[in-house]
């Protein structure tokens, strides 16, 4: 049955849990919207993965939340956004938003010096592309970038603070703190986590971009332009959020709540493994 | 074309790179054996996926070796062996050999205390499948089990001494020592990288348990057995070694070699990309 184009759902996909900290933004800023989240447990990390293996799970991942008519797709992992955003969004459909563009925009205004870090996953750092998006937005900008491999194992054994993780955690920042770079993007969804060790590594005059906050101003930003957003009549309705994922539901259940966070008006309305047509 | 069954190939999976040193002890020790080794870098690790899902990859896997007409399959992933080796071993009809009960053969046996440590992924860990097979094999056997999540990513980030490594390592490591084990299976393939640092941690009178070693030496007891080994007239050749690999066949070459070592005379005779029928 076809809803009504302002009442259809948002899609937002990861690799694994991460991109919840996306969804809980959008749910903060847009508390009226259906959201329709997968989480590929089955392949994650994409990271580690090459680009085209990257983009065939991503491409499945959009073809499965068309099936619930998205009204706008989010790329809520660096890693697809890196590699494949560009590829896939031009041939769906449907209006897309990555984690990366909204990222840069925030960085790049509020840098002064111009020079600007970014953190990620193996596979977002070799694909350049925040270098790039950064380079179109400010010529001048320097950029250091740096792969932490690490931070997604450190993160997922709840090892947010102490002292291997900050040792691990000045191995990898020395090359942002000798350029002196004066704003960072966490460009990974897990990376927001360890949010307070990073801090304490760079200083406090270094401002942290999590992606996710740009990401859903971005969303309702485009969602405006396109006339899409709910109307005022529903807007005191609390969307729903619905996740499917495509492996280890029970380990979504227990740590999904930790990336989503408690602030949010919104219920998990359902978790449901499915398979990909990979 | 079918070939004559001694001189068919053994096969051997991983969900990565790791599988290699379980390769390379293999062939030395029978080295004029051809063997397909398949790396299923598409869905790796499998260490943090379910039961299920590991065992849905186990299969594909197989079954893609089972095209080579192999005569004997080794599980060469430890996930792998602990979550997926006892239902599949029976329903393909080609003899089988998975990583564990080798290495706790060795570790029983040069075990004098009964105090035996086992370290793994997740999936191995959560499986219990090492504490089955040591108290089949001694039932007074006392047990101590510890996920090391970290490690995997610290062998891939080349990590493998320092300050950092020994840090975590004594972390994971503690509730063994507290234990006082006398001897320790590393149940990843990917853990002999770190021998020296957990050597150090452990104290020179800990014996650790590789279990490529051991795992090639039960290949070789099954061939015998099986009347399938390579006859004495063959004996002048040198086998050779076919790897396929589901993604990122570049990075593959790259450290393959790092796993499988020099010290071998079978040359990798050629590594291409496949697909599974997962």
Chains 1, 2 share one sequence.
């Not at 790049?108 to 996953?121: D, L, N, P, W």
């Not at 969804?189 to 200083?203: A, C, D, E, N």
């Not at 408690?262 to 499915?274: D, L, N, W």
Request: charged share 20%; with cysteine.
């Amino acid at each position: 049955m076809a809803l009504p184009n302002k009442r259809r759902p948002i899609g937002v996909f990861d690799s694994g849990l991460g991109g919840l900290t996306v969804v809980r933004e959008i749910a903060k800023l847009l508390p009226t919207e259906d959201i329709v989240y997968l989480g590929d447990l089955a392949h994650l990390p994409y990271g580690n993965k090459s680009q085209r293996q990257i983009t065939r799970y991503s491409q499945a991942a959009l073809k499965f939340l068309k099936k619930f008519q998205i009204k706008l797709g989010v790329f809520a992992c660096n890693s697809a956004s890196a590699t494949s955003y560009r590829k896939l969004a031009s041939t769906f459909s449907i209006p897309m938003v990555s984690v990366i563009e909204p990222a840069v925009g925030e960085a790049v205004s509020r840098s002064s010096s111009g020079r600007i870090g970014v953190i990620g996953t193996e596979a977002t750092i070799r694909s350049r592309a925040y270098e790039r998006y950064i380079k179109r937005e400010d010529p001048k900008a320097r950029v250091t970038s740096q792969a932490c491999p690490l931070f997604v194992s450190l993160v997922e054994e709840g090892w947010v603070n102490g002292a291997i993780t900050t040792s691990i955690a000045h191995h990898y920042l020395a090359p942002l703190k000798k350029a002196r770079v004066d704003s960072v993007i966490l460009g990974c969804t897990h990376y927001p986590v360890l949010t307070k060790t990073l801090q304490k590594v760079m200083g406090p005059n270094v401002h942290l971009v999590h992606s996710g906050l740009s990401t859903a101003r971005s969303v309702k930003r485009l969602l405006g332009k396109k006339y899409l957003p709910r109307g005022a009549r529903q807007n005191r309705r609390t969307g729903r959020i619905r996740c499917f994922v495509t492996d280890s539901p029970n380990r979504f259940q227990v740590l999904g709540q930790k990336f989503l966070g408690r602030s949010i008006g919104q219920k998990v309305a359902s978790v449901q493994e499915v398979r990909l047509d990979v």
